[in-house]
C-alpha cells in the first residue's frame, strides 16, 4: 500500500504563488509515476503534470505550462508542484497520485490518491 498526504493549499490572490506538497510513504514501487490532478466544484478531475521516477521526464497540462512546475525530493519522499501566476481559474481541490499509467491524463490509471488540499485564488 501507498499512502499520500497533500499540504501548502490555502487561499491567495491572483498573482500569487503557492508550492503544495505531496508526502509519500508504504510500498512505492520504483517504477511509480506520480502526478497532480485537481477537480473543481461541479467539474470533472482533471490532469495537472506529472512526473516519473527518476525525474527526468515532466508532463504538464496546457493550461498551467509555464506556471506550474513538478518536482520530487527522493530523500524525502516528497512531490511538489510549484504554482505561479495563479489564476482564479485555478481554484480547485488538488489531488496527488502515483501508479503506472499508460496515459498521464487519464484518473483511472492511477492506482493511489491522497485526500486532497484545496486550493483557492481570488480575483
Known amino acids: 500500500q501507498v499512502q499520500l498526504v497533500e499540504s501548502g493549499g490555502g487561499l491567495v490572490q491572483a498573482g500569487d504563488a503557492l508550492r503544495l506538497s505531496c508526502a509519500a510513504s508504504g510500498r512505492i514501487n520504483s517504477d511509480y509515476t506520480m502526478g497532480w490532478f485537481r477537480q473543481a466544484p461541479g467539474k470533472e478531475r482533471v490532469f495537472v503534470a506529472a512526473i516519473n521516477w527518476s525525474g527526468d521526464f515532466t508532463h504538464n497540462a496546457g493550461a498551467v505550462k509555464g506556471r506550474f512546475t513538478i518536482s520530487r525530493d527522493y530523500a524525502a519522499n516528497t512531490m511538489y508542484l510549484q504554482m505561479n501566476s495563479l489564476k482564479p481559474e485555478d481554484t480547485a481541490v488538488y489531488y496527488c497520485?502515483?501508479?503506472?499509467?499508460?496515459?498521464?491524463?487519464?484518473?483511472?490509471?492511477?492506482?493511489?490518491w491522497g485526500q486532497g488540499t484545496q486550493v483557492t485564488v481570488s480575483s
Open positions: 497520485n502515483a501508479g503506472r499509467p499508460r496515459i498521464y491524463e487519464f484518473v483511472n490509471e492511477y492506482a493511489y
